[in-house]
C-alpha cells in the first residue's frame, strides 16, 4: 500500500515538473538558453521558444537590448533572437545595435542582420569589415554570405587584402572568412581577389580560395588532384575567365 502511495506521488511530482517546464515563461528560456552547464539541445530549444513568445510580445527582449547594463550572454542571446523574428520593429532594434560600444553585441546584431536576408542590408554589413574588432569584421563576413548580394563582392575583396587584414607581418585568421563570403556569394565578380588569392602567403587563405571557386564555377577541380594540382588547374580557370 505504502509502495503504491509512493509510486502515485512520485507520478505527482514528476507531472507537475513537466507541467512546470512547458509553463516556463520567457525570462525562464532566456535564462536556459544563456546556460552553459545545460546540452546544447536544451539550450537550443530554450532559445526557439523565447523566439516563439517573441513573436507576440517582445518587451523581455526589447528591454535586453536596450539595456547595455544587462548580463552580457542574456543581451548577446536577445539580440541573435531579433534576427529570428524579422519585422520592422526586430530591423530597426538590428541597425541601432550595429554602433553599440560593446564589440560582443556588435558582432551579434550584424550576424542577426544577416539572418533577416534582406539585400538592403548588404551597405550597413559591409561597412562593419573595417571594424576595429576582428570578432566583428569576421561576423560581418557571416552575415554578407547571408545576405547574398553581389555589391558585397567588392567590399570582401577590399577587405581580403586591405592593411589592417594583417598584423606585423602576418595573416590575422579572419582573411579566410572574407574569401569563405566570396565563395559563399558565388558570383563570377569575385574572381579576380580568388585568383590573386590562390598563391596567398597563408595557407588557409589559399585553400579557402579553391573552395570558394569551385562554388562560383559550380564544379571542383579537387578530385583526383594533388593540392597543387588543383591549384593551378584553378589558376587556368580563372584567367580564362578574365580574357
Not at 12 to 40: I, M
Request: net charge neutral; aromatic share 6%; proline share 4%.
Amino acid at each position: 500500500m505504502a509502495e503504491r502511495r509512493a509510486a502515485r506521488l512520485l507520478g505527482w511530482a514528476l507531472g507537475l515538473a513537466v507541467a512546470g517546464a512547458a509553463w516556463a515563461g520567457p525570462r525562464e528560456d532566456l535564462l536556459q538558453a544563456t546556460d552553459p552547464t545545460l546540452p546544447e539541445a536544451s539550450r537550443l530549444a530554450a532559445f526557439d521558444r523565447l523566439v516563439n513568445a517573441g513573436a507576440t510580445d517582445m518587451s523581455l527582449i526589447e528591454g535586453l537590448v536596450k539595456d547595455p547594463k544587462a548580463d552580457a550572454r542574456e543581451r548577446w542571446v536577445a539580440v541573435r533572437a531579433l534576427g529570428r523574428l524579422q519585422g520592422d520593429r526586430a530591423e530597426q532594434l538590428l541597425l541601432g545595435l550595429l554602433d553599440d560600444a560593446e564589440p560582443a553585441m556588435r558582432a551579434a546584431a550584424v550576424q542577426a542582420l544577416g539572418d533577416l536576408g534582406q539585400r538592403r542590408h548588404a551597405g550597413r554589413a559591409s561597412a562593419l569589415l573595417t571594424d576595429p574588432a576582428i570578432l566583428v569584421r569576421a561576423s560581418a563576413a557571416e552575415a554578407l554570405c547571408k545576405i547574398g548580394d553581389e555589391s558585397a563582392v567588392d567590399a570582401l575583396s577590399v577587405a581580403l587584402f586591405a592593411k589592417d587584414s594583417w598584423y606585423r607581418g602576418s595573416s590575422l585568421w579572419v582573411r579566410r572568412h572574407y574569401v569563405d563570403a566570396i565563395g559563399c556569394i558565388g558570383r563570377r565578380s569575385a574572381v579576380p581577389a580568388l585568383l590573386r588569392a590562390l598563391d596567398d602567403g597563408d595557407p588557409a587563405v589559399s585553400a579557402a580560395s579553391m573552395k570558394a571557386l569551385a562554388k562560383v564555377a559550380g564544379f571542383d577541380y579537387a578530385e583526383g588532384r594533388s593540392p597543387q594540382e588543383a591549384r593551378d588547374a584553378w589558376r587556368r580557370w580563372a584567367q580564362s575567365q578574365l580574357r
